[in-house]
T-cell receptor, first 113, second 114 residues
Framework: GNSVTQMEGPVTLSEEAFLTINCTYT??????LFWYVQYPGEGLQLLLK?????DKGSNKGFEATYRKETTSFHLEKGSVQVSDSAVYFC????????????FGPGTRLSVLP | SQTIHQWPATLVQPVGSPLSLECTVE??????LYWYRQAAGRGLQLLFY??????ISSEVPQNLSASRPQDRQFILSSKKLLLSDSGFYLC?????????????FGQGTRLTVV
């Protein structure tokens, strides 16, 4: 079946540090890939997405590239801020009937001033 | 534009009491609807999904049930809550059959069973 694996953390960084959160997936067919962010006490918000191989999703300084050859979608940001502290979820979607989203376990990021 | 409403935001219920959480979506038709649970410090667990009125699929055996009485209404219920039902419950919707569209989440319900 489809699955998503990501580093669970917690990840603690100083402000302005470089961030990488690894994500790899297993899926049949050609999934779309997503990163969601969850701030404390809130629901999930879409951060970025990529729908085909070699696409790069980007938003708010975050980037991730859809790598089909390595089945990965690693999240990166060059300089994190305290306000980036949140839980980040990698997810995939396949065009199957009904359930078509699979989420990773989430990675908690804490950015210290 | 589409919006999703989920309520209540927080809930404290005694063990053995019933539960009803409601989720409604506006601005779209025939969405896929989902209920997820997020236990403290853990990832998302898909509980139920629905592709249409009256069509419910359950992912895990549990003390909960779901219903979809209307196209844009999704209800999560329990007849008798257990302590282990505590968690953060999230409703979500997506476009039916679209693999390149994202899931849109409600703000969640924090349920504490005491």
């Amino acid at each position: 079946g489809n699955s998503v694996t990501q580093m669970e953390g917690p990840v603690t960084l100083s402000e302005e540090a470089f961030l990488t959160i690894n994500c790899t997936y297993t899926a049949t067919g050609y999934p779309s890939l997503f990163w969601y962010v969850q701030y404390p006490g809130e629901g999930l918000q879409l951060l970025l997405k990529a729908t085909k191989a070699d696409d790069k999703g980007s938003n708010k300084g975050f980037e991730a590239t859809y790598r089909k050859e390595t089945t990965s979608f690693h999240l990166e940001k060059g300089s994190v801020q305290v306000s980036d502290s949140a839980v980040y979820f990698c997810a995939l979607s396949t065009d199957n009937y009904g359930q078509n989203f699979v989420f990773g376990p989430g990675t908690r990021l804490s950015v210290l001033p | 534009s589409q919006t999703i409403h989920q309520w209540p935001a927080t809930l404290v219920q005694p063990v053995g009491s019933p539960l009803s959480l409601e989720c409604t979506v506006e601005g779209t038709s025939n969405p896929n609807l989902y209920w997820y649970r997020q236990a403290a410090g853990r990832g998302l667990q898909l509980l139920f999904y629905s592709v249409g009125i009256g069509q419910i699929s359950s992912e895990v055996p549990q003390n909960l049930s779901a219903s979809r009485p209307q196209d844009r209404q999704f209800i999560l219920s329990s007849k008798k809550l257990l302590l282990s039902d505590s968690g953060f419950y999230l409703c979500a919707w997506s476009v039916w059959g679209g693999s390149n569209t994202e899931a849109f989440f409600g703000q969640g319900t924090r349920l504490t069973v005491v």
